[in-house]
């Protein structure tokens, strides 16, 4: 099992930038794929992006590509989201998430974080 932590939300003006970090913990976290989700009151949770255990493939939904970059660093058990040119329409609570690797192509994950807010301004 791992234990997942998230930091770096915070309040940003449009068209500036955030870097969210996931410490990970417990197991190995190069055993685990991984993945950014963001959630606000008014939708369900989505997908923002998703990272193979090795770093070698990356994925990204249409509305943050380009503009959000995923990453991780195994040696130091983390993950990060680069984030620029941030909108309004950004605002959320932003989650990582994670799933052992033998169940990389299923669609749910097993372990998650407890939530970063980003707020963008206009």
């Known amino acids: 099992q791992v234990q997942l932590v998230e930091s770096g939300g915070g309040l940003v003006q449009a068209g500036g930038s955030l870097r969210l970090s996931c410490a990970a913990s417990g197991r190995t976290f190069s055993l685990y794929t991984a993945g950014w989700f963001r959630q606000t009151p008014e939708k369900e949770r989505e997908f923002v992006a998703g990272i193979t255990w090795n770093g070698g493939s990356t994925t990204y939904a249409d509305s943050v590509k380009g503009r959000f970059t995923i990453s991780r660093d195994n040696a130091k058990n983390t993950m990060y989201l680069q984030m620029r040119s941030l909108k309004p329409e950004d605002t959320a609570v932003y989650y990582c998430?994670?799933?052992?690797?033998?169940?990389?192509?299923?669609?749910?994950?097993?372990?998650w974080g407890q939530g970063t807010q980003v707020t963008v301004s206009s």
């Open positions: 998430a994670s799933k052992p690797r033998s169940r990389a192509s299923a669609n749910d994950y097993d372990y």
